[in-house]
């Protein structure tokens, strides 16, 4: 029979660690008590102002609200990590995005400039740096295929091309290259590739196609490629590498082509008639000299992440990251701003008010085992560069991160929950570890009763947010990720996104239970283990 001193005694050490244990919990309920929509719309309303312009990523104001959590962390008492220039500590960890983008594009003649993206636009990339003068002429169809060539009675060695978009077609609606009524690779989107490749190689310095295209569908063509050919212009995290070979061509309507030429759209057509009913290429004499001009410029953005250190007590070497991005889209091309109150303004504050409530806790001796680092990144509308960067540059070694719990969007309702607004979207809380999807559960039940929607942490869902935002940088190097998120609304990158729609009352139990676990992540004894590889 056990001796009634050591059972006493394990009594004792049972209902002192129960004791303890709870203590820990109203220690944490207490200082989640401190979140409050209040304080979030305090700040909100500075992050998501005017003033700030969207906070587009290296702007000035984006730059401002780096320096506004900057403030607030240093007036909590967390440290600084990254490195400056001169050595000295800063809550700024710096990089640079580098871009290549449009510049001056334009064709000049007959003493007219015609514009890029409102009278052309231009397929694939070209840098012409100086504006130079080319020979013009017309070539048919531009296509070579079997007994059937453009180019058999032309020589183009030096001079520019404008050729007729598609292929030729019988007066009885056959393709005449096929012989049937299916389109060869000489007709279709990319076609224009084909047709470039080969004037090329018959030695044409510059390629023009003529659109079949007109009125407000040539427009919306227009306005479809310019956003396309905005990737010629998308930032990157590493010097950008061109290489344009001239497989490029730009496209005008038959009526700009025709003034090119110095002949008429009726002339232009005839052409284009003849060889649709002789079914062979049949030669006119358009031609003009044309001049151009397509400029490439480099630019570097410079931005930072913030990121401020709460040193833990006795597992201070491992730590927890809570993050969010900093940055919006900033102002649209028709000068309205994009203030970013829910994207990521949102997130951006909840940041401000868990440092503030870990602050409290540990200035009153309550500080967490393990630390904790804030970090507020940029570059997230334009590719998750922030969070590359970090995880490619971390402040703390990853494998001593134990998991990034990331807030991006959580002041809003979706149009699936509009009758139900206690909700939060939760993705990738299972993906890595079984224990960090535990303890948020347990978090949500024991403080916070709201209803934990799963909908987007389905590796079908169509949408792919788990890819989506900055969590995932954290999640490929293997650290466990909780993305928080309350889905996409119809102000969604628009200027209606602002302060006065944002539900802060649902926000702040968000906040808190964001808060709960990671009170619980950095004080329990083991630390969670990655034992979960799912999609």
Known sequence: MMNKNILAGLLLSINTLAFAQERLQDDAAKYAAGITPADLKKHLVIIASDSLEGRDTGSPGQKKAAEYVSKYYKQYGLQPIATDADGSKSYLQKYKLYKRSWGEVYVKSHGKKYEFNKDFYLNGLLDVPEEISTDLVSVGYGIEDGSYSDYASINVKGQSVIIFDGEPKAPGGKYLLSGNSEKTKWSGPVSWQVKAKLAREKGAKYVFIITDKTG??????????????RRFSAPTLKPVQENPLGTAAFVFSAKRAAEMLGTSVAE?????????????????????????KVGRVSETIDTENVAAFMEGTDKKDEVLVISAHLDHIGISENGEINNGADDDGSGTVSLLELAEAFSKAKAEGKGPRRSILFLNVTGEEKGL??????????????????????????????????????????????????????????????????????????????????????????????????FYFTGVHEDYHRPGDDVEKILFDKQSEIVKLVFHTAWELVNRDERIVVDSHKE
């Open 216 to 229: 407000e569908d040539l427009d919306k063509e227009i306005r479809q490629r310019a956003v396309m050919a």
């Open 268 to 292: 232009l057509m005839k052409l284009k008639s003849e060889i649709d009913k002789s079914g062979k290429p049949v030669l006119e004499n358009f031609a003009n000299t044309v001049s151009l």
């Open 385 to 482: 560069f922030g969070s590359e960067y970090y995880a490619e540059n971390p402040l703390l070694p990853l494998k001593n991160t134990i998991a990034d719990l990331n807030i991006d969007m959580i002041g809003r309702v979706d149009e699936a929950h509009k009758n139900d607004p206690r909700y939060v979207y939760l993705i990738g809380s299972d993906k890595l570890s079984s224990k960090l999807h535990e303890i948020s559960e347990e978090a949500n039940k024991k403080y916070v009763n709201l209803k934990l929607d799963y909908t987007f942490n389905d590796p079908k869902d169509p949408n792919r947010f788990y890819y989506r935002s900055d969590h995932y940088n954290f999640a490929k190097t293997g650290v466990p990720v909780i």
